[in-house]
């Protein structure tokens, strides 16, 4: 009907892309030639204005109060989200990549230096990966580049290290108090040490990785492991087990983002009951519902009766919560 759209919408407000991963030429209605969606926030007591405008075959701009800006990821981390989706499912059973992506957003969005060492380390990751395709032999050229490597990827490590202990530590409370049933959650990050450094290693991998065209060493082939008493998440645990700890994993997500930005971030929560016993989805309401520690939250659902249950948990006063009715793409009001 639409749900996911406007949630997809405050997502791309504050990513500058949508986070199902699609073009933005593909978030333009079909016979139209641009699209803008605006977005008016209440940020550190001040009113602020996000627009976004997107040309077919043109960059897509974004404006905060009128005024462009030169680089996207200026724009990432001034107005924090944090997402769970039917599509979190991915995080458990999908690749690697989908684990660090995950970690990157989150360190991004606090850590201006880490998104900027990130995009360094990825430009000369495909610079490398370009010469071993076309075979070039040129030893200086690798060790440029290979230096660049260890640099940006020694930074990143540890970032992503100090990240995933400290999510952890939020996270398994969470998990607690969802599951309710003794089970142990844990997360780790896992990664390669290079005694000699990473340069060295990669030159030594040269003629492996020329035979394979690619680079096969280095930070952007570490992993999070994820487990529930001390076993693999994504070749145990039940559906319940799954959603149950992606939406804890999310929760400690939006927790860390608090408290290292200062500001609440917005939390958006797409068909968050599916797959879940109603205990389970009684105590995510107990959660989302009346813990003043969360800010503005947006919930989809199909079943009406959740929203209500999580409604009549927070506190009496009407202006604190709207709740719309989403028909063939629009949105209308409903009265309370």
Partial sequence: MGKSNLLDAIYFMSFCKSFTGCSDAMLINRGDDFTMVRGQYLRRGLNE????GIHRGQRKAFKRGGKPYQRLA????????????????ELVGGEPSE????????ISQSDARYLDTLIRYNSALEQRNKLLREEVSDTTLYEALE????MAGAYISSRRAEYVARLAALFMPYYGKIADNGERASLEYVHSDYADGLASHLARMRARDAALHYT???PHRDDIAFSIDEMPVRRTASQGQTKTYTTALRFAQYE???????????????????????????????IVGANESFGQIFITDTNRRHLDEIVADMPNERDNYRLWLVEQGRFGLISL
């Fill in 49 to 52: 204005e996000i627009t976004a």
């Fill in 74 to 89: 200026e724009h990432i981390g001034s107005f924090p989200a944090v997402l769970l989706s039917p599509a979190d499912i």
């Fill in 99 to 106: 684990r660090r992506r995950f970690i990157d957003q989150i």
């Fill in 147 to 150: 230096v660049q490597l260890e």
């Fill in 216 to 218: 096969a060493s280095g």
């Fill in 256 to 286: 860390l983002l608090r408290d290292s930005l200062g500001v609440k971030p917005l939390l958006l929560l797409d068909d968050i009951f599916d797959k879940l016993d109603a205990g389970r989805v009684s105590r995510i309401m107990q």
